[in-house]
């Protein structure tokens, strides 16, 4: 590197850094996560009968690569600065995972919620997803887990992309480097880890070899602990709340200007038709004792097999 | 009918991935009875070296778009030109394997022609629907495990066109035999822009992956009850003298008794062996999805009410790290 090569460097170093403290070019990053049923517990109860499911009954947890996605953005803000904003869109119960979010650092929070929404598929979900993006504005930066654990899709990040027309990369399974004017990323390509480089607006759906998230900050336990929606919120507490900034904001359908038509079930191109619990059919089963001569028995039955095979 | 079946490469082999001809002999069959078209399509730098091999699986035409810009996954060119094509072509169906890849564009490609896609389906046929008290003509019935497998969800899209789903690689079987068929090539007309090149490849280095599940006709798999590292390394013992490959639950890569690349299941490689053998495996139905197609099942469990053994053929009720080494004693006394 010449000595004019470097001082430009330390130039732009220095420029970046004031903008920065500024508050002039901070990167806006929005992170898409989704609170889930811990699909480890499901019980019949929790189905519905027309195939879609309870929520109410099931114990909910945040999606864990979601969790993996917020703490990319968190990285990148201690690198370049950066507004973390963590959007959900669910019942309200869901500002639990917005609540946790705060915790771990984001800067701003929003619910997306309404009855208009309920039994939305994959392509309804991005569509008011990417409206919730397009409405916090002037955003560089998506990022999503790369699937939920409840419907194990990886549709909604991708469509969201499509929708708000930024450049993607799934399956990122390490951040690199990220600058005022680019990210660089590896990507697990199945045969393959590629490393990427994609100037912003991008949107990135992230694995859970990506990084471990953190814990909650006492602080901002300290600090949030009484975030609420407003509807959630006494009468006489609210402009306390909004003057802490704990009022998270609710993005409806009519606040967001949604057209209903896309929006639920009604604007999801794909119906359940049918729902069937997976019982286990016994089959004919032979038992070997676990002793000598029992495994004896079972290595001449594995052997006998594997030659026929062969 | 048509259907379209998005085909891709390995970029290794440089030859057709086999979910792309699992799914190329999967729609010749539904579209059999309908004297149906089924239309490959391939985006890349070049063709695959054996795209001979989608023929006799049942494709009857190759559609493909090369560039030199397109050697590797650029999400937003890829989206474009395919969506071209099924504008083109307007077929009934388009099917994807849930590769990374695949997962990665047929989102996009849904979005944008605001139809219903649906993601990992292990069966899919057709029959006449009827929705809503309408007749919605023949349509295709899309079933998949939900809610970490423990649903089976039948899907259908009424009312959108083309109708999209993606199924995983090993899910569908391929031809007992090559099909006697020839098919025809065709360039696809694209107008083709450098502006949907986003994404800047700065470097690619190929997994060193030495697990590889096609070429044995032997699975070991082992789970929690294994109960350790120096326990799984029995199974690879056993493995040795078997001439198979050592596969894992979820549990015993959690527990970090083995590698992920050794996943099987919802979450990790399907496979359908010969035989095989579930070491210390509860069958939980994450498990399940990525290995009951198997010829024969053996499970070695100490849990005598262990799902597994429900669907397995032969079982024994013991622990692992006393049942394998007698395996492994008494194999090695035969040769």
Same mark, same amino acid.
């Not at chain 1, 109860?45 to 519905?48: D, G």
């Not at chain 1, 602990?225 to 929606?229: G, T, W």
């Not at chain 2, 008794?257 to 050794?262: D, F, N, P, S, V």
């Given at each position: 590197m010449t000595s004019s090569e470097y001082e430009t460097d330390f130039y732009d170093s220095l420029v970046s850094m004031w903008l920065i403290l500024s508050g002039e070019i901070m990167k806006k990053i929005v992170v898409l996560a989704k609170q889930v049923p811990d699909t480890a517990n499901i019980t019949g109860?929790?189905?519905?009968e027309d195939g879609t499911v309870n929520r109410g009954k099931l114990p909910a947890i945040f999606n864990p690569e979601d969790l993996n996605g917020l703490q990319m953005a968190l990285d990148i803000k201690s690198k370049i600065g950066a507004e973390v904003h963590v959007v959900t869109m669910g019942p309200p119960r869901a500002v639990e995972i917005l609540k946790h979010s705060l915790y771990l650092g984001a800067d701003k929070v929003y619910l997306v919620s309404d009855m208009k929404f309920a039994g939305a598929d994959t392509l309804a979900t991005s569509y008011v997803l990417s409206e919730a993006v397009k409405k916090i504005g002037n955003v560089d930066m998506v990022i999503a887990g790369r699937q939920a654990i409840d419907g194990d899709t990886a549709q909604v990040g991708p469509q969201v992309a499509d929708k708000v027309g930024f450049n993607q990369i799934t399956y990122v399974s390490k951040l690199n480097d990220v600058t005022e004017d680019y990210v660089i990323v590896e990507r697990d390509g199945e045969v393959q880890t590629e490393e990427i480089k994609s100037q912003f607006p991008v949107l990135l759906t992230v694995t859970e070899e990506a990084n471990t998230p953190g814990y909650p900050s006492c602080v901002q336990m300290r600090n949030y602990?009484? =975030? /609420?929606?407003a509807a959630n919120i006494p009468a006489e507490e609210l402009e306390n709340a909004e003057a802490n900034g704990l009022v998270i904001p609710v993005f409806n359908a009519e606040n967001m200007g949604l057209n209903i038509e896309q929006c639920g079930l009604g604007g999801s191109p794909t119906k359940v038709k049918k729902i069937k619990s997976i019982t286990l059919v016994g089959g004919d089963l032979e038992m070997f004792e676990a002793d000598d001569s029992g495994i004896k028995l079972l290595i001449n039955d594995i052997m006998k097999e594997y030659t026929e095979a062969n | 009918m048509k259907t379209i079946v998005y085909i891709e490469k390995n970029p290794i082999t440089k030859n057709c991935r086999f979910v792309s001809l699992e799914l190329a002999y999967k729609a010749y069959t539904m579209m059999q009875e309908f004297n149906g078209d089924v239309i490959g399509v391939f985006v890349g730098d070049h063709l695959p070296e054996d795209a001979d091999k989608l023929f006799q699986n049942g494709l009857d035409k190759l559609i493909y778009y090369t560039n030199d810009n397109l050697k590797n996954l650029q999400s937003i060119a890829y989206k474009n030109i395919i969506e071209q094509i099924i504008k083109q072509e307007e077929p009934d169906i388009v099917l994807f394997g849930a590769t990374h890849n695949g997962r990665d564009i047929a989102p996009l490609i849904a979005s944008s022609l605001k139809t219903g896609l649906t993601a990992d389906c292990t069966q899919l046929f057709i029959n006449d629907l009827e929705y809503k008290k309408e007749d919605k003509g023949k349509s295709l019935y899309q079933v998949r495990p939900a809610f970490g497998g423990n649903i089976l969800a039948t899907i259908v899209t #009424?009312?959108?066109? #083309?109708m999209m789903a993606s199924v995983r690689e090993g899910v569908m079987p391929l031809p007992e035999k090559k099909l006697d068929k020839k098919g025809i090539m065709e360039e696809a007309n694209i107008d083709f822009t450098e502006e949907w090149i986003k994404s800047e490849f700065l470097s690619i280095v190929p997994k060193k992956s030495t697990v590889n599940f096609d070429s044995k006709d032997v699975i070991i798999a082992g789970g929690a009850g294994v109960g350790s590292k120096e326990n799984f390394d029995l199974l690879h013992k056993l493995a040795a003298l078997l001439d198979a490959e050592v596969g894992a639950s979820r549990a015993a890569v959690d527990f970090g008794?083995? /590698?992920? =690349?050794?996943q099987i299941g919802q979450t990790g490689s399907v496979v359908r062996p010969k035989l095989y053998i579930a070491a210390g495996i509860s069958g939980q139905i994450q498990h399940r999805a990525g290995m009951e197609e198997s010829m024969k099942i053996i499970a070695i469990n100490n849990d005598p009410n262990a799902p597994i053994f429900n669907i397995s053929h032969k079982g024994i009720v013991g622990d692992v790290k006393d049942v394998v080494p007698k395996m492994i004693q008494m194999l090695r006394e035969e040769e």
């Open positions: 109860q929790a189905m519905k602990f009484k =975030a /609420e929606i | #009424p009312d959108n066109r #083309p008794y083995t /590698e992920k =690349a050794r």
